[in-house]
Nanobody, 120 residues
Framework: QVQLVESGGGLVQPGGSLRLSCTLS????????MAWYRQAPGKQRELVAT???????NYADSVKGRFTVSRDNAKNTMHLQMNSLKPEDTAVYYC??????????????WGQGTQVTVSS
């Protein structure tokens, strides 16, 4: 069955960097447009970055120029390189298919996410 595993989060000081990873199993990764999302405490989940099957990328204005999304179809993996991190980047980060979440057992499916905390 479909499974998403996010990793690479942690505690980092403002101005620091982190590299998140997302691994998808149970379906064909290479044909899926993918995206990174994040959800801060008390806020709705928001779109951070997208990457098409061909590698074209798009970013939320709040992260443009600081974050870079990439994918490795051979390894069913997507990454999010986050530089110049700010306290407002603190959130749980999730990966999923772009536009509509993956389905499992008839329901929208999300992985456990990975916590990113930016604090001095």
């Amino acid at each position: 069955q479909v499974q998403l595993v996010e990793s690479g989060g942690g505690l980092v000081q403002p101005g620091g960097s982190l590299r998140l990873s997302c691994t998808l199993s149970g379906t064909i990764f290479s044909i899926l447009p993918m995206a990174w999302y994040r959800q801060a405490p008390g806020k709705q989940r928001e779109l951070v970055a997208t990457i098409t099957t061909g590698g074209n990328t798009n970013y939320a204005d709040s992260v443009k120029g600081r974050f870079t999304v990439s994918r490795d179809n051979a390894k069913n993996t997507m990454h999010l390189q986050m530089n110049s991190l700010k306290p407002e980047d603190t959130a749980v980060y999730y990966c999923n298919r772009d536009l509509t979440p993956l389905q499992r057992d008839g329901y929208s499916y999300w992985g456990q996410g990975t916590q990113v905390t930016v604090s001095s």
